[in-house]
């Protein structure tokens, strides 16, 4: 087909958790090759039409669900958490649900604080933020009733906590039980996303420590059955 430029508007995901932003842009087709373990490649749609590899802003975009099936792999969006699932989906069939919308039961120590957006200390910004501040430790317990099958989420240290190098950390018990225990977080640790199995637990506690500076945890989902 020969190198083609077109003018097109995009809807582009920018850095992690940031915002959907429409951005005018020039997209390139230039007959973009694909060799997979040294075999060319000719990706096709559903309906067997021919699909091709793009430039946006000098990035490489290569459609997903074609070069999925050209690996022997499966894709799935999943609009309710916008999240796209390559291979194996154990979340199959479940219900996402929000953190917020689970039945809390008690507090405990140092008070959580909840925004719907908040920048970790690499400033990409996270949404449906959950901090507990400077006080110590902080707990929430909810009621599961075995209902749930696995929790989701990213643990993150704030922007302006940077320079603080104070030790912080998430854990997660059923009654006494420790299922979780998260790495050390300091002042320049990344943003780390955590998949915790919690089927058959009927409640569940997560702690924040965070002796004087604080830590998150955002876009925490729990899957029901």
Not at 169 to 188: A, C, T
């Amino acid at each position: 087909m020969g190198m083609v430029t077109m003018a097109l508007i995009f809807g582009l995901i920018m850095p992690i958790g940031a915002v959907i932003e429409t951005r005018n842009a020039n997209v390139t087709f230039n007959d973009i090759k694909v060799v997979i373990d040294d075999i060319p490649t000719i990706l096709t749609d559903l309906e067997g039409g021919e699909v091709e590899p793009i430039l946006v802003f000098n990035t490489l975009y290569v459609p997903l669900s074609p070069i999925a099936r050209a690996l022997g792999k499966t894709s799935v969006y999943d609009s309710k958490t916008k999240t796209v699932y390559i291979g194996k989906n154990t979340s199959a069939g479940l219900t996402p649900v929000k953190l917020s919308d689970v039945n809390l039961l008690s507090t405990s120590g140092n008070t959580w604080t909840f925004s719907e957006s908040a920048k970790d200390n690499k400033e990409n910004t996270l949404k449906n933020c959950y901090e507990c501040s400077i006080y110590g430790e902080g707990s929430r317990t909810y009621s599961l009733n075995g209902e749930y099958t696995k929790i989701e989420g990213t643990i993150y240290r704030p922007y302006d906590t940077r320079p603080y190098s104070i030790n912080t950390k998430v854990e997660m018990y059923d009654g006494d039980k420790l299922l979780y225990e998260s790495n050390i977080f300091v002042g320049e640790t990344p943003s780390a996303k955590f998949s915790v199995n919690i089927a058959g637990v009927k409640t569940l506690k997560i702690l924040i420590s965070c002796q004087n500076t604080r830590l998150g945890i955002s876009d925490v989902i729990l899957y029901k059955k």
